[in-house]
């Protein structure tokens, strides 16, 4: 039996791959460990505040609020307009708050994920961000973010702060984004052996693009990450920003987003948009959407996590509250961690005077 023993270790050290620059220290799984969160958008990303009224917008407060809800991480997206000048030069401003954020976080029991969200030269809603997948200097400037973000982030506990290389690619091709994802995993690898990194599939992270995400087998310390916003029709309803937002009608779940009876009294060009996005949704149609990325998290044994995911608060309540039953249902079935996009901006879930809107809150942290 001894010799069994030395003879199976042997063959054990022989297939083992020799990446070191990859390869974690420890193939224990990852001590980062988290299951519901809130995205603490738009006070780094995505806003033209500045000075005061940024250093205002989300303070010690908000994390004592977001843990006393019940959550147990933050993911903080941050821009590169908010860090860096146009000539690379770090805004210390910046900086300075996402570590108070950090430190207020892990003070309040949460941990975080830093999620690097817009570049110049990407965005994950703009037509002109080719720039990132055809300049190279641009892609250099990208990997020196992620090096300059280490240095300023290293000194934080494994357990407690992880980094997502990139919100929402949208590369034309999925191999400029596997490429690039690639070169900027093994440049951090060289900083931090054992970092987690959050990592989603081209094409704003949608399950369905899973099966192109080129995953780095060797590589233990990762979290794959997708997105999820279905139906659009339902969990954007009269938002701006989107090209049906003209849509006055009723929307419901579960069944059909939009009763295809009103088509015929429809403006033709909402109608178009309409189209577009509706379609019968219930608890299965979401999980088999969704199920695309839990089969890739298990082909390479990673945990799973939804890093966006909500509806918008103009969505009657009824119907919104059975879409989170279902979304919920189908996290806790699949041990999917999540955080809610996001905590009091767009789609809130406390009110304007930072009270939670218990409704929502209550499906997404069971009491």
């Not at 015929?264 to 996005?277: F, G, I, Q, R």
């Not at 799973?304 to 979304?327: H, N, V």
Request: charged residues 25%.
């Amino acid at each position: 039996m001894k010799i069994f023993h030395i003879i199976l270790c042997c063959l054990l050290f022989a297939c083992t791959p020799k990446k070191p620059q990859q390869k974690s220290k420890t193939d224990q799984p990852p001590k980062f460990v988290i299951h519901r969160g809130l995205n603490m958008s738009h006070w780094l990303s995505q806003t033209e505040i500045r000075g005061e009224e940024r250093a205002a917008y989300v303070t010690e407060k908000d994390f004592k609020i977001v843990a006393g809800m019940g959550f147990d991480h933050v993911r903080i997206p941050i821009d590169e307009v908010q860090f860096w000048t146009e000539d690379g030069a770090p805004e210390q401003e910046a900086f300075k708050l996402l570590h108070n954020g950090i430190k207020w976080s892990l003070e309040n029991g949460l941990r975080v994920i830093v999620d690097l969200h817009t570049l110049r030269s990407h965005h994950f809603n703009r037509a002109d961000s080719r720039k990132l997948w055809e300049d190279k200097t641009a892609q250099e400037q990208f990997i020196g973010f992620w090096q300059q973000l280490s240095s300023e982030l290293k000194a934080y506990s494994v357990d407690s702060v992880a980094y997502e290389i990139m919100n929402e690619a949208v590369a034309e091709d999925p191999e400029d984004w596997n490429n690039l994802m690639q070169w900027a995993i093994g440049e951090l690898r060289k900083l931090e052996p054992d970092r987690i990194i959050v990592l989603g599939s081209n094409r704003w992270q949608i399950p369905s693009t899973f099966k192109d995400l080129r995953v780095p087998e060797v590589d233990r310390n990762i979290i794959l990450s997708f997105h999820f916003y279905t139906p659009f029709c339902l969990t954007h309803y009269k938002a701006h920003w989107n090209p049906y937002y003209k849509y006055e009608g009723p929307v419901s779940y579960p069944g059909w987003s939009v009763d295809t009876t009103l088509y015929a009294n429809m403006n033709p060009e909402v109608l178009t948009e309409v189209k577009k996005h509706n379609g019968y949704y219930d608890r299965d149609v979401l999980e088999k959407d969704i199920l695309q990325a839990v089969t890739v998290a298990k082909q390479f044994n990673l945990p799973l996590y939804c890093g966006e995911f909500g509806c918008y608060p103009t969505t009657p309540i009824k119907s919104r509250q059975a879409w989170y039953r279902d979304m919920i249902a189908i996290f806790d079935k699949h041990d999917i961690a999540f955080a809610h996009w996001n905590y009091k901006n767009d789609f809130p879930v406390v009110n304007s005077d930072l009270s939670p809107i218990s409704e929502i809150v209550d499906i997404m942290v069971p009491k």
